[in-house]
């Protein structure tokens, strides 16, 4: 059974910074794509960032472009999400995906003052 639990969201001021965890179960992690999204209040869930499953191919959306980092951990079945120069529009449940596998149950991240 596939499994993914996100940790690491919370409360931040703007400016400051959060790292994302998600922990994979239930299906050979290393063979797998990851991303991460995001869901704000009102508004589709959209892509943040996504990793392949060796980590040589990354892609990012372009509102978080040169802020957030994603990476992996294959022999610990963890993909990341460093999250730096957070902004309030970026207020939003996160989410681990495995590509074509499952989702995660998600993370809130608030960025207010």
């Known amino acids: 059974q596939v499994q993914l639990v996100e940790s690491g969201g919370g409360l931040v001021q703007p400016g400051g910074s959060l790292r994302l965890s998600c922990v994979a179960s239930?299906?050979?992690?290393?063979?797998?794509?990851m991303s991460w999204y995001r869901q704000a209040p009102g508004k589709e869930r959209e892509l943040v960032a996504a990793?392949?499953?060796?980590?040589?191919?990354?892609k990012y959306a372009d509102s978080v472009k040169g802020r957030f980092t994603i990476s992996r951990d294959n022999a610990k079945n963890m993909v990341y999400l460093q999250m730096n120069s957070l902004k309030p529009e970026d207020t939003a449940v996160y989410y681990c995906?495995?590509?074509?596998?499952?989702w995660g149950q998600g993370t809130q991240v608030t960025v207010s003052s």
């Open positions: 239930g299906f050979t992690f290393r063979l797998s794509a």
């Open positions: 990793i392949t499953s060796a980590g040589g191919t990354i």
């Open positions: 995906k495995a590509d074509g596998l499952g």
